[in-house]
């Protein structure tokens, strides 16, 4: 009786297992080959867009009531288009208020009393038709019928609270600044990477100063 090779003895298990590891490459080969398709079309959109955003501090001002100094401004959000067409394909834009209070000092670094963020989610419900703007410090929401009327809603800041005046010291001289900011760091991982690259997502104004006196 002739011995049969282990090709043989394997039998057709050997040309199952074969098709099932040609498979997995193949399969591999497959989705590396479609995330690099996925970033050179994300990269080609983001390049196409021309550079037309820009947001800028207006106004700001702070008045103290009942013994706490409240910020009132009006900030102008104007978005690129690559951010616009993000917002219509579904993702979530994050804005940022940044408020900081500094002991201002004639000669030495002013160092900062207090910092404020205040955080807005802004995003488009294809559902409803309808833009969504979440205040993320405070989980209110609110619904607009256009892009146009939702930010310039987000840029009209009222009454919010930055410090109570009793931590201030008469005697010193204070600042206020403040600035807008588009926070690419809560953009999904493939946007998040070519945002940082491209000039059309670096959204966010010039710091805004103004003395406080207590």
């Known amino acids: 009786m002739s011995r049969k090779s282990p090709q043989e003895r394997a039998g057709h298990g050997g040309t199952h297992g074969a098709l099932r590891s ?4 193949l399969g591999r080969r497959i989705v590396g080959l479609a995330i690099v398709a996925f970033s050179l079309g994300a990269a080609a ?3 196409a867009q021309p550079v037309s955003g820009r947001f800028e501090v207006r106004s700001a001002y702070a008045e103290s009531v009942d013994g706490v100094y409240y910020v009132n401004a009006t900030v102008d959000y104007t978005l690129s288009e690559a951010a616009i067409g993000a917002l219509k394909s579904g993702v979530p834009l994050t804005l ?12 030495l670094p002013d160092p900062t009393v207090a910092v404020l963020k205040q955080r807005y989610q802004l995003q488009w419900h294809a559902l409803t038709e309808r833009y969504v703007v979440r205040n993320l410090n405070s989980e209110e929401q609110e619904s607009y019928a256009s892009l146009a009327t939702a930010v310039r809603r987000l840029g009209q800041v009222a009454d919010l609270p930055v410090i109570d005046a009793t931590l201030l010291d008469p005697d010193k001289r204070y600042e206020i600044r403040m600035r807008a900011v588009l926070d690419i760091r809560t953009l999904s991982g493939p946007l998040r990477l070519l945002a940082v690259f491209f000039d059309d997502w670096r959204l966010e104004s010039d710091w805004y100063t103004w003395p406080l006196r207590p």
């Open 45 to 47: 959109f983001v390049q």
């Open 22 to 25: 040609g498979s997995r490459a």
């Open 96 to 107: 940022e208020l940044e408020i900081e209070l500094n002991h201002a000092r004639r000669y």
